[in-house]
């Protein structure tokens, strides 16, 4: 069935930087959209980035643009978040989640388990 | 920056109806969905483009969207519903919203 796993979660100091990765299964990767999701501890969820099914489309909260860089490899099947520039406030699980098609709207019909990322010093 | 707004909290009796708003400006010319996640879990999708249930959920919910409130609502509800609950909408700057989330307890 479809899957998404992520990887690449840690503990990191502010300033420095992490890259996350989620590695996709049972699914044909290259027809979707791509996005990642974070929900900082006890709180609700906030949306990050989104990667067209191409790669020629992203975009970004406000919170991280020109810090973050998401990409994809869809040879590999794996879609990837660069996270530099690090603060504490990026202090979150990340999800990767993949985008429903065809339904008018933007929303999420698969999610992975995240991985934690915490910024402390 | 575009904020959707829900209430903290809802409480049910089983099998009576919960009703979680979701507000916010204009949001019945967007489409919205929206998700439950389970302590401990990943959010679920169970409502899209304001009223479609993806397969596998149950028929118990639905949801509505005009104005400026989008509704979900849970008929017949029962104790594994028990969940924090969150809306989602797409504005109109290319950027994801989710609401504020509502905790529903299933009393």
């Known amino acids: 069935q479809d899957q998404l796993l992520e990887s690449g979660g840690g503990v990191v100091r502010p300033g420095r930087s992490l890259r996350l990765s989620c590695a996709a299964s049972g699914f044909s990767f290259s027809n979707y959209a791509l996005h990642w999701v974070r929900q900082a501890p006890g709180k609700g969820l906030f949306w990050v980035a989104s990667i067209s099914y191409d790669g020629s489309k992203r975009y970004y909260a406000d919170s991280v643009k020109g810090r973050f860089t998401i990409s994809r490899d869809n040879s590999k099947n794996t879609l990837s978040l660069q996270m530099n520039s690090l603060r504490t406030e990026d202090t979150a699980l990340y999800y990767c989640?993949?985008?429903?098609?065809?339904?008018?709207?933007?929303?999420?019909?698969?999610w992975g388990q995240g991985t934690l990322v915490s910024v402390s010093s | 920056s575009y904020e959707l707004t829900q209430p903290p909290s809802v409480s049910v009796s089983p099998g009576q109806t919960a009703s979680i708003t979701c507000s916010g400006d204009k949001l019945g010319e967007m489409y919205a969905g929206w998700y439950q996640q389970k302590p401990g879990q990943s959010p679920v999708l169970v409502i899209y483009?304001?009223?479609e249930r993806p397969s596998g959920i149950p028929e118990r919910f639905s949801g509505s969207n005009s104005g400026n409130t989008a509704t979900l609502t849970i008929r017949g509800t029962q104790a594994m519903d028990e969940a924090d609950y969150y809306c989602?909408?797409?504005?109109?700057?290319?950027?994801?919203?989710f609401g504020t989330g509502t905790r529903v307890t299933v009393l």
């Open positions: 989640a993949r985008e429903l098609i065809g339904a008018q709207g933007t929303f999420f019909d698969s």
């Open positions: 483009r304001d009223t």
């Open positions: 989602q909408a797409w504005d109109t700057s290319t950027s994801c919203v």
